[in-house]
């Protein structure tokens, strides 16, 4: 036992203390090793009812930069369901260039007081507010719709902001945006016509490049195009992008131009502002904030806009391995977690929840395949239909229900929940679970091997173990973010500490999540799905984690191919060659996120499991973590 003990703890402090150089090593080239200064301010905002409150926002000053000596500057503005912190890459490579870069958090998006409502949406439109908010996306203040309040969502503020400091040019401010924050990219430009030039991270495409009077009114446009982006009205509408440099639009509104434009080419004169160019990325959506080519491109683009003659080309680049330090960082934070259990469970108090694994029933192999293909093909068939229907348009009171993504997520879940409840329900009491004489005890459920007997005392110590868990990757989180600007991440948002609005909605979706991975993550995956232990833990542990992730993710792998198979051969997406592009969305793109959270999690729980014979611990973890992931700093209405 004391050695286990010694084992654990020495494996724990391992991973501990790697996760802590990382967050150090990646915070020191977030700052270029002390020659940028990073600081996290609030800017003053009062919103269209008169309340004061703050922008949260990510400030970045290169060395000898200050009132005696300014510097232009950049407004970054991320995508939706992203913060301030995934415009990093921009930020560090500008500021490495002797750049200001201002990183903000949109309205309704990481710490930001101010709900996606503040944006406004188009009266006009019928269906709950949330939806009517997202059909109105690509409407913007300079269109005069009824109902709009600010489409710049706080971006306007922060670029007066940044232009009233004296450590910055005022003439000579860019600004950049991913996604949604391309139509606040375009508010901003509209609303502040002295800016210096715009780079749109998949956008749509806005001209003429002179109005009727003969004046530029967008100055020096950049679009970074993704090849295979999944939303279609960054494509134009159109199938794929191959063409897009022939259409009149691009061409001639965009461009100025009176024939097809080449890709990779810049037109116009950066001069008189009316510079064009559209660089073609062969990325996803997603993939364009850290697209290496695309950032190259942007920081040639804006050096030259900006008149800044840096002392490295643009091909230097060292964002990555910020990103590479937080993830590596992120992993050893949660695999921390497996060598935390075993010493929890070595010490006399949390001893009781290790319980042997129950050992009487093993599925037959038949009727595992049969359960494990069902509940992919119910995944697959309900994932894109239920998530978009619970984002937009399922009455959730909006007011309490207020993550958008949780909303999909929690209905797909329990959608799934509800029908594998009641499948087991029959299997257990009629079919095949009753014949075989199973029990909750063979389910990991029960702390009696033939009654139903639930021990509240050992269930309240592993509650209290996974509270634990939590708090330490919670403690590392919070101090990484406060200390070293530096949360747990890789390239998007996962571990971010919470305001105390997202606390309440991490409390409020918990339940729902955590249904979902008690019973179809637990009980069915490790009960009616129970698997053969081999002859080491160490192939259990692999085998069955492979098995896990095949079921839990099976059916989104077959959503992904059919989504993007056809892309990438050059046809379309799935959906827009089926004519439902309107599945092409948010909850696409999102499964890149998904995936590594789920490969990671399930091998959480399946450790957890054969640690401690049941399926609390391990649907505790996993339903505290995705619940934290998603509410953290996702959009909020």
Same mark, same amino acid.
Request: charged share 15%.
């Given at each position: 036992?004391?050695q286990k003990r010694v084992r654990s703890l020495i494996a724990f402090i391992v991973c501990i203390v790697l996760a802590a150089a990382s967050i150090c090593l990646?915070?020191?080239?977030?700052?270029?090793?002390?020659?940028?200064?990073?600081?996290?301010?609030?800017?003053?905002?009062?919103?269209?009812?008169?309340?004061?409150?703050?922008?949260?926002?990510?400030?970045?000053?290169?060395?000898?930069?200050?009132?005696?000596?300014?510097?232009?500057?950049?407004?970054?503005?991320?995508?939706?369901?992203?913060?301030?912190?995934?415009?990093?890459?921009?930020?560090?490579?500008?500021?490495?260039?002797?750049?200001?870069?201002?990183?903000?958090?949109?309205?309704?998006?990481?710490?930001?007081?101010?709900?996606?409502?503040?944006?406004?949406?188009?009266?006009?439109?019928?269906?709950?507010?949330?939806?009517?908010?997202?059909?109105?996306?690509?409407?913007?203040?300079?269109?005069?719709?009824?109902?709009?309040?600010?489409?710049?969502?706080?971006?306007?503020?922060?670029?007066? /902001?940044?232009?009233?400091?004296?450590?910055?040019?005022?003439?000579?401010?860019?600004?950049?945006?991913?996604?949604?924050?391309?139509?606040?990219?375009?508010?901003?430009?509209?609303?502040?016509?002295?800016?210096?030039?715009?780079?749109?991270?998949?956008?749509?495409?806005?001209?003429?490049?002179?109005?009727?009077?003969?004046?530029?009114?967008?100055?020096?446009?950049?679009?970074?195009?993704?090849?295979?982006?999944?939303?279609?009205?960054f494509r134009d509408y159109q199938l794929t992008t191959v063409n897009l440099n022939k259409t009149e639009l691009r061409y001639k509104v965009f461009s100025g131009?009176?024939?097809?434009?080449?890709w990779n080419k810049t037109y116009g004169s950066f001069a008189d502002g009316t510079a064009r160019r559209m660089e073609l990325l062969r990325t996803l959506h997603?993939?364009?904030?850290?697209?290496?080519?695309?950032?190259?491109?942007?920081?040639?683009?804006?050096?030259?806009?900006?008149?800044?003659?840096?002392?490295?080309?643009?091909?230097?680049?060292?964002?990555?391995?910020?990103?590479?330090?937080?993830?590596?960082?992120?992993?050893?934070?949660?695999?921390?977690?497996?060598?935390?259990?075993?010493?929890?469970?070595?010490?006399?108090?949390?001893?009781?929840?290790?319980?042997?694994?129950?050992?009487?029933?093993?599925?037959?192999?038949?009727? /595992?395949?049969?359960?494990?293909?069902?509940?992919?093909?119910?995944?697959?068939?309900?994932?894109?239909?239920?998530?978009?229907?619970?984002?937009?348009?399922?009455?959730?009171?909006?007011?309490?229900?207020?993550?958008?993504?949780?909303?999909?997520?929690?209905?797909?879940?329990?959608?799934?929940?509800?029908?594998?409840?009641?499948?087991?329900?029959? /299997?257990?009491?009629?079919?095949?679970?009753?014949?075989?004489?199973?029990?909750?005890?063979?389910?990991?459920?029960?702390?009696?091997?033939?009654?139903?007997?639930?021990?509240?005392?050992?269930?309240?110590?592993?509650?209290?173990?996974?509270?634990?868990?939590?708090?330490?990757?919670?403690?590392?989180?919070?101090?990484?973010?406060?200390?070293?600007?530096?949360?747990?991440?890789?390239?998007?948002?996962?571990?971010?500490?919470?305001?105390?609005?997202?606390?309440?909605?991490?409390?409020?979706?918990?339940?729902?999540?955590?249904?979902?991975?008690?019973?179809?993550?637990?009980?069915?995956?490790?009960?009616?799905?129970?698997?053969?232990?081999?002859?080491?833990?160490?192939?259990?542990?692999?085998?069955?984690?492979?098995?896990?992730?095949?079921?839990?993710?099976?059916?989104?792998?077959?959503?992904?191919?059919?989504?993007?198979?056809?892309?990438?051969?050059?046809?379309?997406?799935?959906?827009?060659?089926?004519?439902?592009?309107?599945?092409?969305?948010?909850?696409?793109?999102?499964?890149?996120?998904?995936?590594?959270?789920?490969?990671?999690?399930?091998?959480?729980?399946?450790?957890?499991?054969?640690?401690?014979?049941?399926?609390?611990?391990?649907?505790?973890?996993?339903?505290?973590?995705?619940? /934290?992931?998603?509410?953290?700093?996702?959009?909020?209405?």
């Amino acid at each position: 036992m004391i050695q286990k003990r010694v084992r654990s703890l020495i494996a724990f402090i391992v991973c501990i203390v790697l996760a802590a150089a990382s967050i150090c090593l990646a915070s020191l080239i977030e700052s270029d090793f002390g020659r940028v200064s990073v600081q996290q301010i609030r800017i003053p905002i009062t919103t269209n009812n008169g309340i004061s409150t703050y922008i949260p926002a990510k400030l970045y000053i290169p060395e000898g930069v200050d009132s005696s000596h300014p510097a232009p500057a950049v407004l970054l503005m991320h995508g939706y369901q992203n913060d301030k912190d995934t415009s990093a890459a921009f930020a560090i490579e500008l500021a490495r260039r002797k750049i200001v870069a201002l990183s903000i958090d949109e309205f309704g998006h990481g710490e930001s007081p101010i709900g996606m409502r503040n944006r406004g949406y188009d009266n006009s439109k019928s269906g709950p507010n949330r939806f009517k908010m997202f059909m109105s996306f690509s409407m913007l203040n300079f269109d005069n719709v009824d109902g709009l309040i600010d489409s710049s969502m706080g971006g306007t503020a922060a670029f007066r /902001w940044l232009q009233s400091r004296d450590y910055v040019l005022a003439d000579k401010i860019g600004i950049t945006g991913h996604s949604m924050g391309t139509w606040s990219s375009y508010t901003v430009a509209a609303e502040n016509p002295d800016h210096a030039a715009i780079v749109i991270q998949c956008g749509e495409v806005e001209g003429p490049v002179r109005d009727e009077n003969g004046n530029v009114r967008f100055h020096n446009v950049l679009i970074l195009q993704a090849q295979y982006d999944e939303f279609d009205y960054f494509r134009d509408y159109q199938l794929t992008t191959v063409n897009l440099n022939k259409t009149e639009l691009r061409y001639k509104v965009f461009s100025g131009q009176d024939a097809p434009v080449e890709w990779n080419k810049t037109y116009g004169s950066f001069a008189d502002g009316t510079a064009r160019r559209m660089e073609l990325l062969r990325t996803l959506h997603r993939g364009v904030t850290h697209s290496s080519r695309g950032i190259a491109t942007a920081m040639e683009w804006f050096t030259t806009a900006l008149g800044v003659e840096p002392d490295i080309p643009p091909t230097n680049l060292v964002y990555m391995i910020r990103e590479l330090l937080m993830g590596f960082a992120l992993l050893a934070a949660v695999i921390s977690l497996l060598p935390l259990c075993s010493l929890l469970l070595t010490t006399k108090f949390f001893a009781p929840v290790a319980q042997p694994l129950p050992d009487r029933y093993v599925a037959p192999k038949k009727s /595992w395949h049969k359960t494990a293909i069902i509940s992919i093909l119910l995944s697959a068939v309900l994932y894109p239909f239920v998530t978009q229907l619970g984002h937009g348009l399922f009455p959730y009171p909006d007011g309490v229900f207020k993550t958008l993504m949780a909303g999909g997520l929690i209905l797909w879940l329990d959608m799934l929940f509800i029908i594998a409840f009641f499948m087991f329900r029959r /299997w257990y009491k009629k079919g095949e679970g009753k014949e075989l004489g199973v029990t909750m005890y063979d389910m990991g459920v029960s702390f009696d091997r033939e009654k139903t007997v639930i021990d509240w005392t050992i269930i309240g110590k592993t509650v209290l173990m996974a509270v634990i868990m939590f708090g330490l990757l919670y403690a590392l989180t919070t101090i990484g973010y406060r200390c070293f600007n530096t949360d747990l991440r890789f390239i998007w948002p996962f571990l971010r500490p919470f305001t105390p609005g997202r606390f309440l909605q991490f409390l409020i979706y918990l339940p729902f999540f955590l249904l979902f991975f008690l019973f179809n993550g637990g009980v069915r995956l490790f009960g009616q799905m129970r698997q053969k232990e081999y002859e080491s833990p160490a192939k259990t542990q692999f085998v069955w984690w492979l098995k896990n992730i095949y079921v839990m993710l099976g059916g989104l792998v077959i959503v992904a191919l059919f989504e993007y198979v056809p892309f990438l051969l050059g046809y379309g997406t799935g959906w827009a060659l089926a004519g439902l592009s309107l599945f092409d969305g948010p909850f696409m793109s999102a499964l890149v996120l998904i995936f590594p959270q789920f490969f990671v999690l399930f091998f959480v729980a399946t450790y957890f499991y054969r640690k401690t014979g049941k399926v609390y611990l391990g649907s505790l973890i996993t339903a505290l973590i995705v619940s /934290w992931i998603t509410c953290g700093g996702a959009a909020y209405f």
